[in-house]
């Protein structure tokens, strides 16, 4: 059966997001360099700058496995609105996902069709939904919680989160949106599975016990 | 000069302490079971069960090294009056530190000489006083700051600390006393130094920059 996955960049005090990080506006805050520092690790693998950036060249080790490995995986994707509404101004015509994509949200809206296999559908129904849904589409690869941080809570309280990645960067953002926080007890149990250590970031692998 | 560092165990979703930890009352929301299950690397490694728990055997791997040298690198240590008050009726006699022990409170005390070469200072003047008396006695002997987590951040927040080694256990408390708050910005910067990769914890070192 398909594995649900969450695959996200933490900087080292926690937070998945700098606080104010608003679209378009990157120097609110400082958000933008935060958070760049943050991704700082992605920004120059190979697979990640020829499929999102369309630029040559790149790092070709463990990483860019790794990175292609989590684009390849995956089947489905569910995110939260806020998530949605980010990108929706902010990703390329070809959004980065190539799968169906589940979001999570209030607002009743058609399935949006983008080029390059990438289709959004704005679920009414709650996170348990979202997932069947996404069970469906996904066939025998892996479904990706996207996020944000709120989604990611929900799934870890429904306690179907098979695999937990954590790119822990370096860096320490002082404020913004937490990964952790809001989870019920006894929260879900992992086990250390893999870490990849990297001058960038450090490659946390958890799974589910 | 000697080098300012933490080393403390923490919990994935960043608690150095669960909700509710009292000593003597290991069963009050479960704390005892939580704590113990962030700390279980700790527990088989020769070098802490020799010194702590006067028990033979043990592990005696790269993680039982870095107990060790933890301990033997440390030549004064800086803790604040709530991790004092909690241990003064939690350690054995012989208290674990075997250094001079800078304790940060309001409170007017003689200093408390224990056997084996523990005294406890009380010091009134801040955190600031606390390091130059730390400094002055722990000769080419490096600081460590012990804890609790509030006295870590001041520390943090004077920008001293050259040495961030965390044990990152894979649990999740849900709640209780966060490592990483009360941070001003911009925050210290670190970077990665070594991860040691072991079942039980993820061995973090960061160094600042």
Redesign the interface.
């Known amino acids: 059966m398909s594995k649900v996955f969450v695959n996200i960049g933490l900087s080292?005090?926690?937070y998945m997001a700098p606080e104010g990080m608003t679209m378009g506006r990157p120097e609110y805050k400082n958000w933008g360099a935060k958070w760049g520092a943050m991704m700082a690790w992605i920004l120059n693998q190979r697979y990640f700058r020829e499929k999102l950036l369309k630029l040559d060249g790149g790092e070709t080790g463990p990483v860019n496995d790794l990175v292609r490995h989590t684009a390849e995986r995956s089947g489905a994707n569910i995110m939260g609105k806020r998530m949605f509404d980010q990108g929706e101004s902010a990703w390329p015509e070809e959004a980065p996902f190539h799968t169906p994509v589940y979001v999570l949200t209030h607002q009743k809206r058609e399935p949006w069709v983008r080029p390059g296999g990438t289709t959004f559908h704005f679920v009414n129904d709650g996170p348990e939904r979202a997932l069947e849904l996404a069970r469906e589409s996904a066939g025998s690869r892996d479904i990706r919680i996207s996020g944000g941080a709120d989604v990611i809570q929900q799934y870890l309280n429904l306690g179907v989160v098979d695999e937990l990645e954590i790119a822990?960067a370096?860096?320490?953002?002082?404020?913004g949106r937490?990964?952790?926080e809001n989870?019920?007890?006894?929260?879900?149990?992992?086990?250390?599975d893999r870490?990849l250590?990297?001058?960038?970031?450090?490659h946390?692998r958890?799974v589910r016990q």
Chains 1, 2 share one sequence.
């Open positions: 080292l005090d926690g822990l370096p860096v320490l953002f002082g404020s937490r990964l952790f989870l019920h007890e006894p929260g879900p149990a992992f086990r250390i870490v250590d990297d001058p960038a970031a450090t946390l958890y």
